[in-house]
């Protein structure tokens, strides 16, 4: 593709979108009729504000989803600190609940723009955001191009592509070089992404490693643990989390396997809680007696699976489980982040198809915190292995220890490498802080 069908097809693509987003209003419909939208805050999903720009400089940080709204708290937290303003964006509520849980009022939480003209332009300028920090591998063409066209410094932080995004922009180089040129800084989560993002044309990269790592556990409510351990008594656990379709059959299999040697209680947090009607039905089909975790249901000993469709409340599942498969790798592929179940001490087991955390997983097998499996025999069998020898799962689990150890500092470089980009957001709301102090001052003054 030349360098001019490149413009053309960014320049159609702006316009195109600018017809059809009034007609896109039934299709946020569906999706919050299906859960995935907050149909009290649609109007946010087409720029609109009802909260007031704050004075004083403003960092714009978007987050698509869970993980990276996890992955990106920390920082947010270091630009607070600094008095710099935040508006966060998320793409789902499930993330909009962890943002509000962990942060507070201490930001302003928005739904993200359509990446269409007229949403992204109403929201650039209602928050006209002196920053832009983008999480992870968020590329939006409209949403960059405005900014550029703002010259509003964009940088992508944790940055990574998979084999398949960067094969797919690699074969439209001049269409890629023209809204990666747009991006300041990448810093990016290895030595691949970096190079990754510097054939596609990102002028200047830096390398971080994974934020993820630098997060702490997720939390849990120490009370609400007490009397689940109290439910489940001295019976073993394990836990299949941030399943996909399909995974909760392999789950339900291994405990149906597993029962008549350990008795145990299998726990399945599903990615998207808002399928516990669908998986639910499934477990009953196959004789299995649940409890659900979003209807207050007890853990009586004759349960067989403790379904855990809710938000924010990973921590208490990892703390009632010494085993651990993560999900999105038998089905689906890509994998999901290992390293929760690893702060919290758990045995982890994983399918092979992890290439969203291909760095992360080498690093876990090499110290010896996690294993792969084929498929749902394969669980079963390293299931079964671990409840049989727990010093097998210790040793598992200080591989795990082993891990976080070896790939924090991730933060640390991150917030290096932003300085000449918040340094001077810092200096800016010190100065109008200060000034703002001086004003009282002189107004008591004039009242004396």
């Known amino acids: 593709m030349s360098t001019g069908w490149a413009r053309a ?11 059809i987003h009034p007609l896109l209003w039934p299709y946020l419909a569906v999706r919050a009729a299906r859960g995935k939208e907050d149909s009290s805050r649609r109007q946010e999903r087409y720029g609109r504000s009802n909260i007031a720009r704050p004075e004083g400089p403003m960092v714009w940080f978007h987050a698509a989803s869970v993980g990276e709204t996890a992955a990106v708290i920390p920082l947010i937290r270091e630009v607070r600190r600094r008095s710099v303003n935040v508006v966060l964006t998320t793409g789902t509520v499930t993330s909009a609940t962890i943002a509000k849980e962990r942060l507070g009022n201490s930001v302003i939480h928005q739904y993200v723009p359509l990446d269409i003209k007229t949403p992204v332009s109403r929201f650039l300028d209602h928050w006209k955001p002196d920053l832009a920090i983008i999480a992870e591998s968020e590329i939006w063409p409209m949403t960059i191009l405005e900014l550029g066209a703002r010259r509003t410094p964009q940088v992508l932080v944790n940055g990574r592509l998979s084999d398949r995004s960067f094969e797919r922009w690699k074969s439209r180089p001049s269409l890629a070089d023209a809204l990666f040129e747009n991006l300041s800084l990448v810093i990016a989560q290895s030595d691949l992404d970096a190079e990754r993002f510097s054939t596609l044309g990102v002028h200047q990269v830096a390398v971080s490693g994974n934020l993820k790592v ?44 597993l029962k008549p040697v350990h008795g145990q209680l299998t726990i399945i947090v599903p990615r998207h809680p808002e399928r516990g009607d669908a998986i639910e039905a499934m477990l009953k089909a196959r004789g299995l007696v649940v409890a659900r975790r979003s209807r207050g249901e007890a853990v009586e000993p004759g349960v067989d699976i403790y379904l855990g469709d809710t938000i924010g409340e990973m921590g208490l599942y990892l703390n009632l489980a010494s085993v651990v498969f993560v999900g999105r790798s038998l089905k689906m592929g890509g994998g999901q982040n290992p390293l929760e179940p690893a ?38 069998k390293g299931v079964n292995f671990l409840f049989a020898n727990p010093k097998a799962r ?34 800016k709301a010190r100065l109008q802080s200060s000034d703002a102090g001086k004003e009282v001052t002189e107004g008591r003054r004039r009242t004396w």
């Open 343 to 380: 702060m919290l001490g758990c045995a982890v087991l994983s399918g092979s198809d992890v290439t969203n955390f291909r760095e992360v997983y080498a690093k876990l097998l090499k110290n010896g915190g996690g294993r792969f499996v084929r498929d749902g025999a394969m669980l079963a």
């Open 394 to 427: 210790a040793a598992m689990a200080a591989g795990g220890e082993k891990t976080l150890r070896d790939l924090r500092g991730g933060l640390q470089t991150t917030v290096r490498a932003l300085e000449p980009y918040l340094n001077p957001l810092t200096v």
């Open 9 to 19: 097809t960014l320049f159609t693509y702006r316009w195109l979108g600018a017809l």
């Open 214 to 257: 630098d997060t702490v556990a997720p939390p849990w409510d120490a009370h609400e643990l007490e009397a689940l351990r109290k439910q489940v008594g001295n019976r073993l656990v394990w836990a299949a989390t941030s399943t996909f379709e399909g995974e909760e059959d392999i789950a339900a299999d291994v405990h149906q396997s």
